[in-house]
């Protein structure tokens, strides 16, 4: 079996690029790197790969003056100069300061490299330099849906923002995007804050799951304030991040928004049977259409 250190030098496809051994100490980091932390574990396991089986894939660099700025592959450049090697493979590559941001960054999700918090400050780097967020999910590889809920870590109090600066791994992009959900739900209401930063040091302890943070403040604030409706609201987006509703919990019911000037009736008549149908396969029986009016009827 191949270890996942070995399979690490092959995830990505081998760039285009001029091949050629250059020294290691004519090589610089790039300063548009995306990763906070070089982890120790991580990269002593990668030198001991490239030690017993080589380098499998070539760095990829840009001439930088008499040197050369790394575009990707920074990690097996540390391993090079920890095993005291003189030179490393290498494609040298001309390319825009945004198009190596945009390498560097994409180079790293393809291989799972980053924390989602490294990825959502990567992206704020380089988003100014796109006309559209459509564009620049396209240019790293990821879907719209996606690259908004690495963005919600901006919308996140600076207590949060300290401490994952400190430590990426702490918080992961859908609990983030809970976390500002429930925020902007509150309008960053003073209750809602105590109650998590309370939750925060609860998951630095290991004593809370991050997926349950918004779960404990919505039960502070009915234990505290009797809020009943709280943080139980899902914003429906499409992929430019537009509202198309809302999925809530009031009482005993979910309650469903939908914006009359995005769905027409023939979408809502489809969400009504989908809704029904949905029942039905739950309950392993047909559930009746009787309470759908006559507009959505066959």
Known sequence: MINSNFKEQLQSPVPTGEYCLIDVDQIDPNPAQPRINCNK???????????ENGLLQPIIVEKSGDRYQIIAGERRWR??????????????????DQSNAVLALAENIAREDLTDYEIG??????????????????????NRGDMYRYLAFERLPDFILNDLNRDPTLLSRSAAEQIKKMLAHHKNSDAVRKFLETAWILLKEGKLQQTKVT??????LKEVYGINQVATEDVLEDEDGG???????????????????????DQRCQILRFIHGLRSDHSGSVASCDNLDDRCTP
């Open 121 to 142: 400050k990567a992206i704020r780097r380089i988003e100014d330099d796109f006309p559209n967020k459509k564009d620049l999910a396209e240019a790293i590889g990821i």
């Open 79 to 96: 391993a090079h100069l920890i095993l005291k090697m003189q030179q490393i493979e290498a494609l040298v590559r001309t390319v825009g």
């Open 215 to 220: 779960r404990f403040v919505d039960k502070k």
């Open 41 to 51: 574990e991580l990269l002593d396991n990668l030198t001991q790969s490239i030690k």
């Open 243 to 265: 509202q198309l509703g809302r999925v809530k919990q009031t009482g005993k019911y979910w309650a469903i928004e939908l914006g009359v000037d995005v769905f027409d009736e």
